[in-house]
């Protein structure tokens, strides 16, 4: 069975760090290009980053230079690493798998097999 496990969120001061994880089990993982989504309270899910099987990254241009994903497959984890973070970064984080064709996305009605999210807070 598919699953999708977040980690890593917390409350963090504007100009901090934070690193997520996304332990994927029952698939294998360098087969899928995988997407990290924001979700701030009422809005829609936003995706800030996506790596393709062949290891190619993918950011909006807001999360460039700031937000790092990338992929251990041996761990079949995949990892969010944000730096410099600033208060819109706040909002519930998840990964999900993508079912599209495309090499990567940032639209989540081309993702499945949600994670349960994690919560991160960048605030003074």
């Known amino acids: 069975q598919v699953h999708l496990v977040e980690s890593g969120g917390g409350l963090v001061q504007p100009g901090g760090s934070l690193r997520l994880s996304c332990a994927a089990s029952g698939f294998t993982l360098d087969d899928y290009a995988i997407g990290w989504f924001r979700q701030a309270p009422g809005k829609e899910r936003e995706g800030v980053s996506c790596i393709a099987t062949d290891g190619s990254t993918y950011y909006p241009d807001s999360k460039k230079g700031r937000f790092t994903i990338s992929r251990d497959n041996a761990k079949i984890t995949v990892y969010l690493q944000m730096n410099s973070l600033k208060p819109e970064d706040t909002g519930t984080y998840y990964c999900?798998?993508?079912?599209?064709?495309?090499?990567?996305?940032?639209?989540?009605?081309?993702?499945?097999?949600w994670g349960q999210g994690t919560q991160v807070t960048v605030s003074s």
């Open positions: 999900a798998i993508l079912k599209s064709d495309l090499i990567c996305s940032d639209y989540e009605h081309d993702f499945g097999s």
